[in-house]
């Protein structure tokens, strides 16, 4: 006999916060800071940022480490990196000459050569960004409906300060019975053993959980591996590759879940 679906476990980003938009608006606001010093075109100095954060990003040794737990050099620019890991000991040492590294060659190409100005922008980025964490517009009506039929949890990578900091500023903390973070447990998606630690904190079987995310990398394929079944939302109309995992349901947006998780 087939057991009935008792809970919905979500990831975060670009799940049900609008990543991308949280960055590109904490860019420009940041950008805002050389006017009246320098003439800048602050839409290429953002781009600027994110070409030289990714590249730098690469080139530490710490990198094979924070893509396994899903640290970006995003949380690279931004985080504190609290805890006494090796990881996060080696990463709070490294990211100040990081982010002002960043922020200068950003500012070189648009032919500012201030070190001064770049420590600036590195200390300023960090504050804005705390403050720009964007829902998708559906996101809380569509959880609002669901708590009310399922337990909900969350398995998300990242440092943990960063990512439980997205939850209280967005105000979605209080929708999730368990919330699963990469950095706190060593461990992140696609790794099944994410997956079983999560379940294990909800006192459940797989066969009783659904995984919905963005990811077909890492939260399909890692629900998969753990015996979970899957929701992909796939917000851009992306093609799944014969070589991709592939979702049991995919939807375009939240609004959409209420209507495939009837099906499973």
């Not at 960090?126 to 039929?149: A, C, M, N, W, Y």
Request: hydrophobic residues 40%; negative net charge.
């Amino acid at each position: 006999m087939k057991m009935p679906i008792r809970a919905l476990i979500f990831d975060l980003d670009e799940t049900l916060l609008f990543e991308e938009a949280s960055v590109h608006e904490a860019l420009l606001v940041t950008g805002t800071a050389i006017q009246g010093r320098y003439e800048a075109d602050i839409a290429k100095l953002s781009q600027a940022v994110r070409f030289h954060a990714k590249e730098l990003w690469r080139s530490f040794p710490t990198y094979e480490a924070c893509k396994a737990l899903g640290i970006s050099s995003w949380e690279g620019l931004a985080t504190e990196f609290i805890g006494e890991s090796t990881l996060i000991h080696s990463l709070r040492k490294l990211v100040p000459a990081y982010r002002k590294d960043t922020w200068m060659r950003a500012l070189n190409d648009q032919g500012i050569d201030d070190e001064g100005l770049a420590v600036e922008l590195a200390e300023l980025f960090p504050i804005i960004r705390r403050e720009k964490h964007i829902p998708f517009p559906e996101t809380g009506s569509v959880l609002d409906e669901l708590k009310g039929q399922y337990i909900l949890g969350m398995i998300t990578n990242g440092p943990s300060e960063h990512q439980r900091e997205k939850l209280r500023v967005a105000g979605l903390e209080h929708y999730f019975s368990k919330i699963v973070v990469s950095g706190e447990i060593g461990i992140g998606k696609p790794d099944e053993r994410i997956f079983q630690y999560a379940l294990n904190q909800l006192g459940l079987k797989p066969s009783e959980a659904i995984m919905i995310g963005d990811s077909l990398e890492r939260d399909i394929l890692g629900a998969e591996r753990a015996g979970l079944q899957s929701v992909w939302i796939n917000r851009h109309g992306a093609v799944c590759s014969s070589s991709q995992p592939k979702p049991c349901k995919e939807i375009a947006n939240l609004r959409e879940l209420q209507v495939v998780l009837k099906e499973m």
